[in-house]
Every structure is written in C-alpha cells, then in structure tokens.
DNA sequence: GTCTATACTCTGATAGAC
DNA sequence: GTCTATCAGAGTATAGAC
C-alpha cells in the first residue's frame, strides 16, 4: 500500500491533515518528538497553531497515526508475501526489498518512530498491539526457515531484532546521503547471508525473487 | 576501560556526579532524553533540582560526558585489539564480543545516546568529532578484512552501519528480558556470518578469539 | 555543595469570534 | 476550519542564604 496512491500528486494539493503528518514526521526525524512543538508543525505546514486541533486531538495522535499506517503497511505487506509460497528465504528478500524500497519512497519519514520516546507513548496501546501483530507475522517467517533449514537455528527473537534493526538502518543511513537505489539490495543481501544455512545460495533466492515479479 | 574500575563497589559511596550521570542515563533511556527533566533526574539522585548545577553546566553536559565517555572505550578497545594482530575476522569477532559484554556488564544504561535527538544537540560538536573518529576505527578494520579476502567486498558505509546497528539491538534486546550471556557471542555470530566471505569458518574464528585471550 | 525561592521561557491545549 | 487570545503547567537555569 505505497503512500503514493491515496495522495495528490503535487503537495499543494494535499489535504491540511496530510500536509500535518508529512512535515510532523519529517521534524521528528530530524528534532525526535518531543523536540517537536506543535507551533514548528504548524509553521511547516503555514498554519497557525491552534488550527491543529481541528485535525488531530493531541500531538500523540498524530505519531499514533504514522505509526499505525506503517505497521499495517508492514503486516500487509508480510501477508501479501506470505501467500505467494516460496521458499522462507525467497520470501524474506521479496519482504526486505519491498519495505526498504517503500520506506525510501515514501515522503513521510519514520525513522524515529519505533524509539522508546514514541511507542512508550502511553496514548499508543493500540499501536504496541499492532507492532506485536508485526513482530508474531515476522518471526513465524523466520521460523518456517528454521524448521525447512533455510536459516540457521539462532534464538528468533534475535534473529527478528536483527532484522529490524537492518531495515531501519537502511532508512537511517539514505537520510545520510547514501546511494538510495542500492539499499534494498544491500540490506536484503546481509540479512540473507546472515540467517541462511549456505550463504552462497543468495544469487539464487535473488533471481527466484525477481521471477516471482519483485 | 570497564566502568567498574574507576568507581566504588557500591552504590551508597558513589559520588554525587556519578549518581547523576548513572540515574540519567537511565532516565535517558526509558523515556528520552527530552522526556527526562532535571527534577526527574536529581529526584532520583536524592538532591533538589538546583543541585544539579553545581556539577553540570547544563542538562546538555549530562548527556556530553556519557557519550563522550562511551566513545572513547570503544576506541580504546578497537585500537587495543588492532595491535594485537590476527586476521580481521578474529579482531572484529573479539571486539564485537568485548564491547557487548561490556554494554550490558556496564551500570551505566546508553540505549539513546546515539539517537539523533542526542546527537543532533548543538552542544555535542566535540563528540561528533569522537564519533567520526570511531567510524573511521570501524570502516578501517571492515576495509583490511575486505583487502584481505576476509569480508564480501560490500560498500564499507553500508557494513559498519549495519555492525552499529547489531551492537545496538543487542543492548536494547538485554534491556527486554532477553538472556544477557547469550547476547556478545549471538550478535558477533551474526555480524561475521554476514560479513565472512566464507561463513563456514566461524568456528576456527571463534577458537582464535578465544587462544588470543577473548 | 546543597538548599529555598524565583525568574523566565516554551509548550500543549481550550474558548470563542469569524 | 482557521483565526486571535489566553491559560495552566512544566521546563531550565540563576540568585543568594546556609
């Protein structure tokens, strides 16, 4: 579910609430949340600040909104290629190119929403509920690859962590001038060479991957 | 330099400054350091919040000096592991080790001192300077084991990214209820899989490691 | 070094006119 | 939905007595 499709194109024509979270995530990233006053929001987005209040019931609602937008873009995305079959490897490089390809596309930037300061939110249960939802879909994937000895018998849990932690240093690191095309291909590649029983396997779940249309 | 050496055995005879900078890194952590006041902080201290300034210029140095402290024992180990020689694998796998252990060994808790609400005060120029000089460290042992054959030859940014990314997820995963004397050898199990061109070997590298005292 | 008292700023949020 | 006006609270930091 690219952002892309339920947006105008040009940000003029973009609704005062997108306009709201577009630059709230931005100033996030750069100033973390509560570095963040709503009165930056606003003059980001040329409204006064008051004005917020007709479109988000508090400053938390606003993170809780891009938080759940993208962990539901996530879990979709893990069901979505999760029904395709495939070997849990094929699987995991088709996820891992498609969230990091997303997330460098996407215009609203997240990187800081999955820190303690945002999801200890205690307006956000909803969301932790979510990111469970999140972390269950991954790791059963991780799992399957245990059980069929695509991946290594590590704990899954840190396995999951370690991915995690991948992509969001794929988000991190194109905020840093870094070729943004070869992210998704980077951090796909070592995530593989990480969990596989035989790294030198890769190529082929890469052209796998390509043949089933990613 | 484990920070076990240089301060009392017990927490009672440990000097104010200490108490402050122990008790805020763990404040820091839990809820930002943003979310932390200088009254949460004394509060848990024992001293009123004025008090404070009679150790601290600002809230700021509180967060300078246990960055600035963190970066410079891991440069410390990284060069003291360089001198010790061996091939790259073995001196990335013993300094993953070392550095891990001593993370989650440490009282101090420095979960968010690398998030960009931290590093991105303008107070902490000197500090970036110790972090660049730290990332230097860590390309420059990540390049020798690619010259070496040791490592893929991946773009070096990239790699030490994600070797940062690994440290840090081991730290935040202990804080989590994850078995602690597992995580220094699960973490540099990873990193090297990820990185050796023949991930086979990882047992002769972890027999090396520990011939060479680690 | 620690205290009390206090200054001053910034922040999130509400009231009510248009 | 946006505005002006405003508030109540929390924040960092300083002054000065002990």
Same mark, same amino acid.
């Given at each position: 579910?690219?952002? @892309?499709?339920?947006?105008?194109?040009?940000?003029?024509?973009?609704?005062?609430? @997108?306009?709201?979270?577009?630059?709230?995530? &931005?100033?996030?990233?750069?100033? =973390? #949340?509560?570095?963040?006053?709503?009165?930056?929001?606003?003059?980001?987005?040329?409204?006064?600040?008051?004005?917020?209040?007709? $479109? #988000?019931?508090?400053?938390?609602?606003? !993170?809780?909104?891009?938080?759940?937008?993208?962990?539901?873009?996530? %879990?979709?995305?893990?069901?979505?290629? !999760? &029904?395709?079959? =495939?070997?849990?490897?094929?699987?995991?490089?088709?996820?891992?190119?498609?969230?990091?390809?997303?997330?460098?596309?996407?215009? #609203?930037?997240?990187?800081?929403?999955?820190?303690? /300061?945002?999801? !200890?939110?205690?307006?956000?249960?909803?969301?932790?509920?979510?990111? *469970?939802?999140?972390?269950? &879909?991954? @790791? !059963?994937?991780?799992?399957?690859?245990?059980?069929?000895?695509?991946?290594?018998?590590? *704990?899954?849990? #840190?396995?999951?962590?370690?991915?995690?932690? %991948?992509?969001?240093?794929?988000?991190?690191?194109? +905020? /840093?001038? +870094?070729?943004?095309?070869?992210?998704?291909?980077?951090?796909?590649?070592?995530?593989?060479?990480?969990?596989?029983?035989?790294? =030198? /396997? %890769?190529?082929?779940?890469? +052209?796998?991957? $390509?043949?089933?249309?990613?």
């Amino acid at each position: 579910m690219p952002t @892309e499709g339920k947006l105008p194109a040009t940000a003029a024509q973009w609704s005062t609430r @997108e306009l709201i979270l577009l630059e709230a995530s &931005r100033l996030f990233a750069t100033r =973390g #949340f509560r570095g963040t006053s709503t009165r930056d929001i606003c003059t980001a987005v040329g409204i006064r600040q008051p004005s917020l209040y007709s $479109h #988000f019931l508090s400053k938390q609602a606003i !993170a809780q909104e891009l938080l759940s937008r993208d962990l539901n873009s996530g %879990i979709e995305a893990l069901d979505r290629f !999760a &029904r395709d079959g =495939g070997s849990p490897s094929v699987e995991l490089y088709r996820y891992l190119r498609w969230e990091i390809t997303y997330d460098l596309e996407d215009p #609203f930037d997240k990187r800081v929403l999955y820190n303690v /300061e945002i999801l !200890a939110l205690p307006e956000l249960d909803g969301c932790r509920e979510l990111l *469970d939802v999140y972390n269950n &879909r991954l @790791e !059963a994937l991780i799992r399957r690859g245990i059980r069929g000895k695509d991946f290594i018998a590590l *704990d899954v849990i #840190f396995l999951r962590r370690t991915v995690d932690a %991948i992509i969001l240093e794929a988000m991190r690191g194109s +905020a /840093e001038g +870094a070729p943004i095309a070869d992210q998704p291909d980077l951090a796909a590649t070592v995530v593989l060479r990480a969990l596989m029983q035989t790294p =030198g /396997e %890769i190529d082929s779940v890469r +052209a796998r991957a $390509h043949s089933a249309g990613l």
